[in-house]
C-alpha cells in the first residue's frame, strides 16, 4: 500500500494487487508524481476519501506532472469513502496532469462505497475522472445520440432531465419514445433484446420501430406497448 501526500519522482507503477490511497484516511490529500508516467494494472485498487463538491481540493488526487497514464487491464477498483454525500451529474477529478493516456476503456473500472449510486470513469483530456448518477430506475428515454441501434444504452436517458443511461436494456426495462424530444423517434432493433414496457410518444406519423430483430415484451408490472 502507498499512502500519504508526498511525491514519486520516479516512474509509479501499481503492480496487481496493491493499494494506493492518496492522503490519510479519513482526510483528502493529494499524492504526486513526478514526468517519468504512472501505470495501474490489473486488480489495482484506490482508495479515495471524497467530498460532496468536486473541486479539485474536494477529493483525493493523484497529481503527475507530464508522462504517460498507462492503464494495464481490467478490475482496477475505487473505493470511496464518503466525507459528505456525492453530488451526481458532476465529474471528479481522480488523476490529472498527464501529458498522454495509453489503454482507457471504461470497462476496466468499477466503484465501492457509493451505495446504490452507479459511477462512470472517463476522460477529461488526460485527466481520469469519475461521475456518478442515482440508483438506475429501470427507465429509458431514447435520445439518438449514439446512432439508431434500439439495443445500445448509450442511445437513452435515465429520466426526461437527461441523466445518461448506464445500464444494458433488459426484461425489466421501461423504454420511452419521443417523450423527451418534439420530433419523432425512428430506432433499429438489429438485434434481439427483451423489455418489460414500450411507450410510443410520437406526434404526427409517430415513432417508428424497425429492424431483423425481435423485440420481446415481457409486460411484467407494467402495461406492455403503449401507444
Known amino acids: 500500500t502507498l499512502m500519504g501526500t508526498g511525491t514519486v519522482n520516479g516512474s509509479f507503477v501499481v503492480a496487481m494487487g496493491g493499494t494506493v490511497a492518496p492522503g490519510a484516511l479519513g482526510t483528502v490529500g493529494t499524492l504526486h508524481v513526478g514526468s517519468l508516467g504512472f501505470s495501474m494494472g490489473s486488480g489495482t485498487t484506490f482508495d479515495y476519501d471524497i467530498n460532496t463538491s ?25 473505493n470511496f469513502d464518503q466525507l459528505s454525500s456525492l453530488t451526481t451529474g458532476v465529474a471528479y477529478t481522480l488523476v490529472n496532469g498527464a501529458g498522454s493516456v495509453s489503454g482507457f476503456s471504461t470497462s476496466d473500472f468499477s466503484a465501492t462505497g457509493i451505495g446504490s449510486d452507479t459511477a462512470v470513469f472517463s476522460l477529461s483530456g488526460n485527466n481520469l475522472v469519475v461521475t456518478f448518477s442515482g ?61 418489460n414496457t414500450l411507450t410510443f410518444n410520437g406526434n404526427g406519423a409517430g415513432d417508428t420501430l424497425s429492424g431483423t430483430g425481435t423485440v420481446t415484451v415481457a409486460a411484467s408490472g407494467g402495461t406492455g406497448v403503449t401507444d
Do not use: E, H
Not at 55 to 78: E, H, K, W, Y
Open 54 to 78: 468536486n473541486a479539485l481540493t474536494s477529493n483525493d488526487l493523484i497529481a503527475m506532472s507530464g508522462g504517460t497514464l498507462s492503464i494495464g487491464g481490467s478490475g482496477i477498483v475505487f
Open 135 to 195: 440508483a438506475n430506475t429501470g427507465n429509458y428515454y431514447y435520445n439518438g445520440s449514439a446512432g439508431t441501434d434500439f439495443t445500445n444504452y448509450a442511445n437513452y436517458y435515465q429520466n426526461i432531465g437527461g441523466t445518461a443511461q448506464t445500464q444494458a436494456l433488459s426484461s425489466t426495462s421501461n423504454v420511452f419514445l419521443s417523450a423527451n424530444s418534439p420530433s419523432n423517434s425512428a430506432p433499429v432493433a438489429n438485434s434481439n433484446v427483451s423489455i
